[in-house]
């Protein structure tokens, strides 16, 4: 534990970068871990409240209608968080995907149930399954990977980042083999 704290010490001294980038992108992932938290929150309420006397109420399923979307979004945005400025580009694509599930749940929630053998398909399916599977389930298919794709330049590892990550790489190795010699010193001065 303590090589990693130092490691990510010696790498953030060394990091030119402004830190007012640094500091959004450290603000970035705080906002995520936060949307994470809360979503996860719902979402345990909500199936908690399945065990409730009577059977789940009916806010419960609008409470995992928001938090799943909300957790997805979150876990989406800390992964693609870098220290060179938060999400970058990919905040329009990740706005569009989270707004896209939650009108998509809500949607399929809100909507009347009253598919029946006269209703009509869309695609194929009657319209609440037609909103679950193409909206919720293919429209972020789509979207991301596209959206990764385009912005693939800017939001992966910079040379600098490899570098960064070489220097950790290089300094761990020379600590773990600075322990490795300690601890084969250790037993031969005990025996003489």
Do not use: H
Request: aromatic share 6%.
């Amino acid at each position: 534990m303590t090589i990693a704290i130092n490691d990510r010490a010696q790498a953030r001294a060394a990091d030119t970068e402004p830190s007012a980038k640094v500091e959004r992108a450290n603000q970035t992932k705080r906002v995520a871990r936060l949307a994470i938290t809360i979503a996860t929150l719902a979402i345990a309420v909500g199936y908690a409240s399945a065990f409730m006397p009577g059977g789940a109420p009916t806010w419960a399923p609008w409470l995992l209608a928001l938090g799943i979307p909300g957790a997805l979004g979150g876990i989406m945005v800390l992964g693609a968080a870098r220290e060179r400025g938060g999400v970058g580009r990919l905040a329009i694509p990740f706005g569009f995907v989270i707004v896209t599930l939650v009108v998509g749940f809500c949607l399929a929630l809100g909507l009347p149930a009253n598919e029946g053998p006269a209703s009509e398909l869309y695609l194929g399916l009657p319209l609440r399954a037609a909103i679950v599977v193409y909206g919720i389930g293919l429209m972020p298919v789509v979207v991301l990977p596209v959206a990764y794709a385009l912005t693939f330049g800017t939001q992966t590892l910079s040379a600098e980042d490899v570098e960064r990550v070489k220097r950790v790489g290089q300094l761990r190795a020379e600590k773990e083999e600075g322990k490795r010699d300690a601890a084969v010193a250790s037993p031969n001065e005990l025996i003489r």
